[in-house]
C-alpha cells in the first residue's frame, strides 16, 4: 500500500497572522514539501490542477518534473488534471515526458475539477464535462497504447496517422487513476478501462465513498478485469495531528473556522463526526485512517490533505515529521496484516513493465499522416 499527501495549491491568508504568501513562496514550499514526503518515507506527492487565483497550479507537469529532479525515489502524480479542458495530445505528450525525466516515478490522476470557468477559458461547454472527459480519455488511451492513431470525435480535429512523442517509457503508459468526488459516471469509466479509482473522501459522509467505491468495484468486475478485490482503489483524507488531541484542535481551529470551504459550516467537531477529517493525536490519525478499510475494503493507496486554509509550511513540515515517525508505521503494518490473500499491490512503473511482458524501447523511423510523411513511425529496437 502507497501512502502520501496531495495538495490543492491554494494561496490562502494564515489567519492567525493575516499575511498572504506570495505565489512564488507556495510554489517553493510545495517542492519543500515533497521533498520531505520522501524524507519521513511517505511514497507519494500529488498536486492538482487549477487555471485562477487563488490557486498556483496550472502546470503541474512542471513542478512535478522538478520535484523528481531533487528527489531519489519520491512517485510524483497530479491529484488532477482537468481531462476535459487539455487537449488530451498534450497530456500524452506531457506525461510520457515526465516518465522520462522522471525514470517512470510518475502516474496521472484525471478529473474534471470544481472551478466551472475553466470550461469556457479553455473553449469548452460545462454542459458537455461528462461527455469530454469519456471522449478525452478514449483517445488519450489509445494515444499511449497506439503507436498510430486515426481520431474522429465530437471535441477536437481529426487525427490520421499521428503519433504522439516521446513514447511511453519501456513501452508502458504511466498509470491512471479517474478520480471523482461524486459522478458515477466516472467510476464508471474507471471500471471500462481497468484502471484505478480515486475517491477524494474529504468532505462528503462515508456513505457516499462507500457506494461509489462499491459501485467501481462492481463494475471493473463485469468488463472482465478480475474479481471485484482486484480494482484498484485510493482514497483521500485530511489530517492535522499533533502529540495529543487537545493541541491538535486547538492548533486547527483558526483555520478550519476561516477557510472558504469550510466556514460558516459545521463546527470543527461536529466536521470531523460527520467526514474522513481527522484532528488528533497520532493514534487518533492511525484509528480513524485504519477505519476506511471498514468500508471500502483493502485498497492500495492513500494520500493526506496537509497543506491548505493557509497554514504555514513549517506547519505542514512538522505534520509531515509526526506522520513519518508516528502514524506510517503503524498504518503500514495494521494495513498489511489485515489484507485479504490476493489483493494486489499498489501500481509501479516496474510492475506494469513487468505485466506487459518486459520492456519496450523504441527508435524513431518515418512519420506518415498528420506527422507530415509517409512510412512507420516508430520501429522496435
Not at 19 to 42: D, M, Q, Y
Not at 281 to 287: A, G, M, V
Not at 354 to 360: I, L
Amino acid at each position: 500500500m502507497q501512502f502520501g499527501v496531495f495538495s490543492v495549491s491554494d494561496i490562502t491568508p494564515d489567519p492567525t497572522t493575516g499575511i498572504t504568501p506570495s505565489e512564488s513562496e507556495r510554489i517553493k514550499a510545495a517542492i519543500a514539501i515533497a521533498k520531505k514526503t520522501e524524507e519521513v518515507g511517505l511514497d507519494v506527492f500529488a498536486i492538482g490542477e487549477h487555471h485562477n487565483p487563488p490557486f498556483f497550479s496550472s502546470s503541474p507537469t512542471t513542478l512535478l518534473a522538478a520535484i523528481a529532479a531533487q528527489t531519489e525515489r519520491l512517485l510524483v502524480s497530479t491529484a488532477t488534471t482537468l481531462i476535459t479542458t487539455n487537449d488530451p495530445v498534450k497530456i500524452a505528450e506531457d506525461f510520457a515526458m515526465l516518465q522520462h525525466v522522471s525514470d517512470g516515478r510518475v502516474d496521472v490522476m484525471l478529473g474534471r475539477g470544481n472551478t466551472g470557468p475553466v470550461y469556457p477559458w479553455f473553449g469548452q461547454d460545462i454542459r458537455q464535462g461528462i461527455n469530454l472527459a469519456i471522449e478525452n480519455y478514449a483517445l488519450l488511451h489509445r494515444l499511449w497504447h497506439e503507436d498510430v492513431v486515426d481520431w474522429e470525435g465530437h471535441f477536437r480535429t481529426p487525427l490520421q496517422g499521428f503519433t504522439s512523442t516521446p513514447r511511453p517509457l519501456d513501452g508502458v503508459p504511466p498509470f491512471v487513476w479517474h478520480g471523482s468526488i461524486r459522478s458515477p459516471e466516472i467510476a464508471e469509466q474507471a471500471a471500462y478501462y481497468g484502471d484505478g479509482f480515486f475517491a477524494n473522501h474529504i468532505f462528503w459522509p462515508k456513505e457516499h465513498t462507500e457506494r461509489m467505491i462499491a459501485l467501481y468495484r462492481q463494475r471493473f468486475a463485469h468488463y472482465g478485469h478480475g474479481a471485484e478485490k482486484d480494482a484498484i482503489v485510493g482514497l483521500g483524507g485530511q489530517v492535522y495531528l499533533a502529540k495529543n488531541s487537545q493541541d491538535a484542535k486547538r492548533e486547527f481551529r483558526p483555520y478550519f473556522d476561516s477557510a472558504p470551504v469550510y466556514g460558516n459550516g459545521p463546527s470543527l467537531e461536529e466536521f470531523t463526526e460527520m467526514t474522513p477529517l481527522a484532528v488528533g493525536s497520532p493514534q487518533e490519525i492511525i484509528d480513524k485512517t485504519l477505519s476506511f478499510r471498514d468500508y471500502v475494503g483493502d485498497y492500495q493507496r492513500q494520500l493526506f490533505l496537509l497543506d491548505h486554509a493557509g497554514l504555514p509550511v513549517d506547519a505542514v513540515l512538522k505534520q509531515l515529521d509526526l506522520l513519518g515517525e508516528e502514524v506510517l508505521p503503524t498504518l503500514k503494518k495494521e494495513f498489511e496484516a489485515r489484507r485479504a490473500p490476493g489483493v494486489p499491490d499498489a501500481p509501479t512503473h516496474a510492475a506494469l513493465v513487468e505485466a506487459a511482458g518486459g520492456s519496450r524501447e523504441f527508435r524513431p523511423g518515418e512519420n506518415r499522416g498528420d506527422n507530415l510523411t509517409a512510412g512507420s513511425p516508430y520501429q522496435e529496437a
